[in-house]
């Protein structure tokens, strides 16, 4: 039954784009801009990541997910593993964990489906690399059960300037321009529960993020510029897996470039159904 359950909404994923992605308990159609009236189409969060020029995951489509990096044993049920996770958005940047031994695991509770990462070894890599440069966003469903741990990097340095990090329970924090410590950047936010985050920087000197829908802090971040060479997921290195996210992940999205506020909430929306959420 709950792979039936996630096979249907796989269906809604990919259906038309006036099907509306549901959580448990929510119904509903709405459009780019309309803020605060449920969660939003598939069809439509593809749209701004491809334009975009990004990557969208979503591990409740099983259609994406595959447990050997070349593709040809798919993920079918909950429990197996996760060595290839697709980018839905059409441009790519598929996320591969490097080894066996760091494939994260699909599973499956009720109504909703979510990558399993164990903070031992699982982590995924972006290939073709995605770098996000100077100015870009993302959008996120997670789950943190253990401090001190990073869903995603932008840096090959192993000081994780260019990474989000868990400062606490419900803090996640980056590195301030003085390069002297981690700032608070999302506060407020139970993480050892499914909860959303969005994070956007808009130039070298201002990045600033969200808890759940709600604005949060901004800052001057350390200009991490020169050791940034791509994305990955659940570490705060990309080149191995240090201090990675254990936990839960719902689905995201990362794009290069400046976005509107309401293509950034509406991904929020997005992440959030995933997570059985409502903003």
Not at 108 to 132: E, K, Q, R
Not at 207 to 213: D, P, W
């Amino acid at each position: 039954d709950q792979l039936r359950a996630v096979v249907g909404r796989r269906r809604c994923l990919r259906g038309a784009d006036n099907l509306m992605f549901n959580a448990p308990g929510h119904v509903g159609d709405i459009g780019l801009g309309e803020r605060g009236r449920g969660l939003v189409t598939a069809g439509a969060a593809i749209a701004i990541a491809a334009a975009a020029g990004g990557a969208l995951y979503n591990p409740s489509d099983l259609s994406s997910l595959f447990q050997d990096a070349g593709a040809t044993t798919p993920v079918t049920a909950s429990g197996q593993p996760v060595r290839l996770m697709r980018d839905l958005s059409g441009n790519g940047f598929h996320a591969v964990a490097p080894s066996d031994a760091a494939r994260p695991v699909l599973t499956i509770s009720g109504a909703l489906a979510y990558l399993a990462v164990d903070g031992v070894d699982d982590w995924m890599n972006v290939t073709p690399t995605l770098n996000l440069g100077e100015v870009w966003w993302t959008a996120l469903g997670l789950q943190n059960d253990t401090t001190g741990r990073y869903p995603f990097c932008l840096s090959n340095v192993a000081s994780a300037r260019a990474g989000l990090r868990s400062n606490s329970a419900s803090t996640w924090a980056w590195r301030n321009a003085a390069d002297a410590a981690f700032t608070a950047l999302i506060s407020a936010t139970t993480q050892t529960v499914p909860h959303v985050i969005a994070v956007e920087q808009t130039s070298t000197a201002l990045i600033a993020g969200r808890g759940n829908g709600v604005a949060k802090a901004s800052f001057a971040p350390y200009n991490d510029s020169a050791s940034t060479q791509g994305l990955a997921l659940f570490s705060s290195i990309n080149t191995s897996w240090a201090n990675g996210l254990a936990g839960r992940f719902y689905g995201g999205a990362f794009a290069p470039g400046a976005a509107s506020a309401d293509q950034i909430e509406s991904l929020e929306r997005y992440v959030a159904g995933l997570s059985g959420l409502t903003l």
